[in-house]
């Protein structure tokens, strides 16, 4: 089980950092007001619609292994044996035995105080 978290965690990290650099490679949607002013290129090494196809689907397909890996995570960590001790209630009922032991304290705590 520990190896399949594991993996998971692995796969996680990975798709995260691979959809961290295809949205740095992405061009925003003003750049290409900027070279239609002359200021910048308008050529690109997957074309000029070619890397909007590529770039946006490889985005997606990485966000969606990081959202399956994430639900992943999420059922192995809460996926534990559940150990049915009884209520918090049940536990305190059985414990004046215990308490008997512990000695008195003065209920107003006056003795405590000094006096001259």
């Known amino acids: 089980m520990q190896l399949m978290i594991t993996l998971v965690l692995g796969l996680q990290i990975v798709s995260a950092l691979v959809m961290i650099g295809l949205v740095l490679v992405q ?6 007001m900027g070279a239609s002013f002359g200021s910048g290129s308008s050529g690109s090494l997957f074309g000029a619609t070619g890397s909007a196809n590529f770039l946006s689907r490889s985005t997606a397909v990485a966000a969606t292994v990081f959202f399956l890996s994430t639900l992943a995570l999420a059922y192995f960590g809460n996926n534990r044996a559940v150990v049915s001790q009884g209520s918090v209630l049940d536990q305190a009922a059985s414990a004046p035995a215990s308490a008997a032991s512990v000695p ?10 000094p006096t001259k």
Do not use: Q, R
């Not at 061009?27 to 290409?32: F, L, N, S, T």
């Not at 304290?105 to 003795?111: L, R």
């Open 104 to 113: 008195s304290v003065p209920a107003s705590g006056a003795g405590l105080i």
């Open 27 to 32: 061009h925003g949607k003003g750049a290409d």
